[in-house]
Nanobody, 122 residues
Framework: QVQLVESGGGLVQPGGSLRLSCAAS????????MGWYRQAPGKQRELVAA?????????NYADSVKGRFTISRDNAKNTVYLQMNSLKPEDTAVYYC??????????????WGQGTQVTVSS
């Protein structure tokens, strides 16, 4: 079994910054891509940012967050981060991390975190 635990959400004023973290633990052989998604009330879950396999670390971002958000990972800690700057009210959502994991039984499984609330409001 694999667990993804997110932290770092909260309430911030427009223009402010937050840093989200997501740590993976459990029966992990390796982790390929990791990503952050978000879901606002009444909307579908959408990809915010993703970072590919540990050997390349190629990143991609939703157009709405390019230039403001930065995704990174610490492979030694099986942790992915999302640095969010210049936050806007429309960034308000529950943020979920996702990991493409190869388990110790060599099964390939996508895991989700439990979500962390980000609220941008004055």
């Amino acid at each position: 079994q694999v667990q993804l635990v997110e932290s770092g959400g909260g309430l911030v004023q427009p223009g402010g910054s937050l840093r989200l973290s997501c740590a993976a633990s459990g029966s992990i052989f390796s982790i390929n891509a990791m990503g952050w998604y978000r879901q606002a009330p009444g909307k579908q879950r959408e990809l915010v940012a993703a970072i590919t396999s540990r050997s390349r670390g190629t990143t991609n971002y939703a157009d709405s967050v390019k230039g403001r958000f930065t995704i990174s990972r610490d492979n030694a800690k099986n942790t992915v981060y999302l640095q969010m700057n210049s936050l806007k009210p429309e960034d308000t959502a529950v943020y979920y991390c996702n990991a493409d994991v190869v388990t110790t039984t060599l099964a390939k499984v996508f895991y989700w975190g439990q979500g962390t609330q980000v609220t941008v409001s004055s």
